[in-house]
């Protein structure tokens, strides 16, 4: 008999894929998968590809769904380009109405909800702004003043919740390392992609960023783990948690593990706009994918406009992140989750994870 129902918006995605793998399979659960984009969700896993901004048709599709016990949220829309895009009206409107259209049917249809899961990111503190005062601690650092679908969306699932049986959790992850196709967040495609394009010219693996980040990353398989403590424990009953790996790093301390992992050895400091200069490469990716037999697909479809988030996160460019961004992991642990993870771990799990899934050529 199922007993729990999990709705995952956004499947495809970084998050809404290491939710799927974490739901998949388990017995007595039931897991449905939403997403614009096909993808292969797995043995087990109901697909329904869906527009989240298409009212009409999320009415319909909630309406054949009514046993949901769990939402996961990690649906995004993200404007072509990412970083300005960030604080346009058009990214507030649609991302918080793609939220009100879901919600607004599974509340309706789904008698028997019991959680919700909302995600948000450093974005809450304004990191994609100013600088701010370290380390970013909920209720205390956020940036309301600042146009953010954020403040939409969480206003509006607090209000929808207010007198109801179910709760909802939001968390706000760091620096986000997954696998996912297509993705606008995806910091490992990027790199991948420009690693594989120097290895092929038999360079080795040059560092693009600019200046010694202090850093965070959040891992999807922790971020899942989260997902399904939040579920159930009663401290995290409409909470918002930061969440992390448990320490902090610095891109150039790992990048000879990085250059490893790849099958390369680590070089110069040399930095680049990878979103200026990575288009014009792609016949070499072409090249690379044909002699590899690779899976992924041409350099558009597979990074999508994560070079555009390299370039953020390692401090190139005009808009990039130039100081430290920590968030306070304390409010997590004291409400009782603990999982943490090792950055170096973390890097080499996953680009392993791309090699072995042809994404990336082998090692």
Request: glycine share 8%; proline share 5%; net charge neutral.
């Amino acid at each position: 008999m199922t007993e729990k129902h999990v709705l995952i918006a956004g499947a495809s995605g970084l998050v809404g894929a290491a939710a799927v793998r974490r739901f998949a399979g388990r017995s007595g659960c039931r897991v449905t998968c939403l997403s614009r984009r096909p993808f292969d969700a797995g043995e087990g896993v109901e697909f329904v590809s869906l527009d989240l901004d298409d009212r009409d048709r999320v009415l319909d599709e909630m309406s054949r769904r009514s046993g949901v016990t769990d939402v996961i949220y990690a649906a995004l829309h993200e404007q072509d380009s990412l970083i300005a895009g960030w604080t346009e009206q058009d990214h507030v409107a649609k991302n918080a109405r793609m939220l009100r259209n879901l919600m607004d049917a599974v509340d309706a249809n789904a008698k028997g909800l019991r959680h919700v899961v909302l995600l948000q990111g450093p974005k809450a503190y304004g990191v994609h702004v100013d600088p701010f005062a370290i380390p970013a601690r909920e209720g205390r650092s956020e940036r309301r003043d600042i146009p953010n679908f954020y403040w939409l969306q969480e206003d509006y699932i607090a209000g929808l919740q207010r007198s109801k049986s179910w709760a909802y959790t939001i968390f706000r992850p760091a620096f986000v390392v997954g696998q996912s196709t297509g993705g606008s967040m995806n910091w490992l495609a990027a790199i991948g992609v420009y690693a594989a394009i120097l290895k092929a010219r038999g360079e080795p693996l040059h560092y693009p960023g600019d200046g010694r980040l202090i850093k965070q990353a959040t891992d999807t398989d922790l971020m899942a783990a989260a997902f399904e403590w939040a579920q159930t424990a009663p401290t995290a009953r409409n909470q918002t948690f930061n969440v992390a790996n448990g320490e902090v790093f610095c891109f150039q301390t790992y990048w000879p593990q990085i250059a490893s992992a790849l099958g390369m050895k680590p070089g110069e400091e040399k930095p680049v706009s990878l979103a200026e200069t990575m288009p014009s490469l792609a016949d070499e990716w072409e090249s690379i994918r044909a002699r590899h037999g690779l899976s992924a697909p041409d350099m558009k479809a597979f990074v999508g406009q994560s070079f555009q988030l390299a370039d953020f996160s390692m401090g190139v460019g005009a808009r990039a992140i130039r100081e430290p961004s920590i968030l306070s992991e304390v409010k997590l642990r004291e409400a009782g989750f603990h999982d943490v993870l090792a950055t170096d771990v973390m890097f080499a799990k996953w680009f392993r994870r791309y090699q072995d899934a042809g994404l990336l050529p082998p090692a």
